[in-house]
């Protein structure tokens, strides 16, 4: 690989000390580097996007990047960063591998749905969730037309395997090995001692419905895409949610398994 975009958020290397250091260090291997305000290309198979930041920066990346089609990676400038791989003391040897093609690519499931006429993806979640006061909200979920159940609850956290090891399990949902093909269903904060994730195929359609509430009147509850694209749906609105076509390519260095990446990130204090 020999074109680089970085992807660096401002509050977490103030002084662009680390990005000097990575932008140095690659253009010393020969390689074309260029800041993402300042890049003009498209994001093809050809050009590895460096993200530095924690996770929250990784998915904004992404977002800003369109869901790219060439690979990502990041530098890990946050806290536990499940999505970013590179700690900051090892960058040489990850970018010299990088640089000569000694990676491997991970393809992530990405979720898709249409809000407000506008086509919308996510690569960790799609989360509903109260608007407002504390209140019960309810709300109908249907799977493949079928309805699975009228859940009373905080909302509910539709996640990728990605995603699994952010909202989903501050909810208490399970962990998905990040390349499983497969979608995760939470409720948040359910007003039932039944009502529990749920894994289902990710060729499932997931519809959302905000139907009035128990006392016949209005409900109100935002939806948004990996925490942003946030819409309102009121009652007499719904959402559907799939998998997408697309998929993001994420580079692969260690040879770790998950399991081992788990381990290892669980145990951080």
């Given at each position: ?10 509050y977490?290397?103030k ?15 020969g390689?074309?580097?260029?800041d993402?305000?300042?890049y ?21 990346a ?16 946050g ?8 700690e ?8 010299t ?5 000694d990676?491997?690519?991970e393809q ?8 407000c ?9 799609v ?15 249907y ?5 699975l159940?009228e ?14 090891t ?24 359910p007003h ?6 749920i894994i ?7 519809k959302?419905?905000i ?28 959402v ?10 994420f ?6 398994s998950?399991l ?6 669980m145990?951080?204090?």
């Amino acid at each position: 690989m020999k074109k680089f975009v970085i992807y660096k958020n401002p509050y977490k290397d103030k002084d662009e000390v680390i990005t000097g250091k990575v932008k140095k260090c690659l253009r010393d291997l020969g390689a074309e580097v260029t800041d993402f305000k300042d890049y003009k290309g498209d994001f093809s198979e050809d050009v590895m996007t460096i993200v530095l930041g924690g996770d929250g920066t990784m998915l904004q990346a992404i977002r800003d990047t369109h869901f790219m089609l060439g690979p990502v990676i990041g530098i890990n400038l946050g806290t536990l960063g499940f999505l970013t791989e590179i700690e900051p003391d090892s960058y040489e040897k990850a970018l010299t591998a990088l640089v000569n093609d000694d990676f491997t690519t991970e393809q992530r499931l990405l979720l898709e749905g249409e809000v407000c006429g506008i086509n919308v993806r996510a690569l960790n979640d799609v989360v509903l969730t109260r608007n407002g006061g504390l209140r019960i909200n309810s709300f109908n979920i249907y799977v493949n037309g079928l309805l699975l159940a009228e859940y009373f609850a905080d909302g509910v956290i539709i996640s990728t395997p990605t995603g699994s090891t952010g909202y989903n399990l501050s909810a208490g949902g399970p962990i998905a090995s990040p390349a499983s093909e497969l979608i995760i269903l939470t409720p948040i904060c359910p007003h039932s001692l039944n009502h529990r994730s749920i894994i289902l195929s990710c060729k499932d359609e997931i519809k959302i419905e905000i139907p009035a509430s128990k006392d016949g009147g209005n409900q109100e509850m935002e939806l948004s895409f990996d925490g942003s694209s946030k819409e309102i749906l009121k009652t007499g609105d719904s959402v559907v949610i799939h998998s997408s076509e697309s998929k993001v390519s994420f580079a692969k260095l260690g040879k770790d398994s998950f399991l081992d990446i788990l381990n290892k990130k669980m145990s951080e204090k």
